[in-house]
């Protein structure tokens, strides 16, 4: 079956019964009547789009007051390089 028609709630089960209810790839094939390659795909998904993941280091943001700073150096001082600054 292509994975277009597979229903997104069975896709939403299939990372519940691999992580929560332990099952294996080939048990998870004989239930739901699925593929296997449907089943990594879905837990690869999961893995990568899990919002309790820890992202690491440290945000990278300026505020506004860093932006304007920036853009009035660059406006007065056209020949400064950004990492000069």
Known sequence: ???WAIS???KLR???LRHVQGLSIKQICEVLGIRKSLV???TSLSA???SNSRKLGRRRSLNYEDIDYIKSHCYLHSSVFLDEL
């Open 1 to 3: 079956m292509p994975p």
């Open 8 to 10: 997104s709630d069975l």
């Open 14 to 16: 299939i990372p519940v």
């Open 40 to 42: 990594y795909q879905t």
């Open 48 to 50: 990568d789009t899990n």
